[in-house]
Structures are given as C-alpha cells and as structure tokens.
C-alpha cells in the first residue's frame, strides 16, 4: 500500500510510520523539515514550509502522485481537514485525519469546557463528543491564531 502521512515526525507520527514500514508499507511523509527524527530506511520525505500548520496546500510533486491511503497527523480544524481531502480526491483511497482526546466530552469536564460532573471509565470511538465547540478560541490573540479556528469534530467527509 502506498502511504501519505502529512506531518508524521513528532508525537505518535514516528509510531504510526513505523508500523506502516513494518506491514511492508511504501511510506512518503509530508513535512516542514524541521523535525528530522530517526525513521525506517525507506520512507521518503517532500519537505516544504507549506506543511506549516494549518496545512492547507500541498506542492504539486505530491498531487502528481496517487496514494492508497493519506493519513493526516496534524489536522487542526475545518480548513485544513478540507484542504486536504480536496487536494487528495481522486488520488488516494481513503484520507484518514486524526484526532485526539479533546473531542470528547469527558475530555472537557475536567477543564469546566463542558458542563456536568466528570465521567468515570475509559473512552472509546463511541463516547459522546464535547457539545461545546471551539474550546481554545477564547485563548486565541487573534482570528489569525491557530486556536481560534481549533475545531476537530466538525468535519466528516466520505469519499
């Protein structure tokens, strides 16, 4: 399976390339280039400031190419969730953004983000999603920081 990851150099991104690598994946990771951590021999890298967040274009090297799965590790919002899956339609199988634990509303009772008392237990694909969207924008110095527009359960897009 051919393989595009959009950031991939940090956090979990090393963690999920190598599995990839280890299932005998061809890995292309699509990067700023400022973080270069030790990966398998063998994954390719198109490093480019447009991978700066939000990720919102793609240099043509990568929409020349056609991919069986884009797996986008840095998804901050809307913009950049859609910018990706208009760019890779009709190049790649299947687009997957992840996500983290902040869509959750047991996420957000800790923090007072979400009304009610704190939820007991471990979270899963079906726990219920935070009610209250935007969660950082009042942290945001302007409509141009990132945390403004900082929104990950809005967007679900099928191919």
Sequence with gaps: ????????????GPHVVRQFVDQGHDVLLYHRGQTETELPKGVRHTRSPLASMPVL???????????????HMIPMGEADSRAATEAFRGRAAR???LSSGDVYRAYGRPTGAEPGPIERGL???DSPL????????????STSDLLYDYEKILWS???
């Design 157 to 159: 897009v099928r191919f």
């Design 123 to 125: 979270l899963h694909e």
């Design 130 to 141: 935070r009610s209250v969207l935007y969660p950082y924008r009042k942290q945001a110095k």
């Design 1 to 12: 399976m051919r393989v595009l990851i959009i950031g991939g150099t940090k956090f979990i």
């Design 95 to 97: 687009v997957v953004a």
């Design 57 to 71: 274009r793609f240099p043509r090297e990568l929409l020349a190419q056609s991919f069986d799965a884009v797996v």
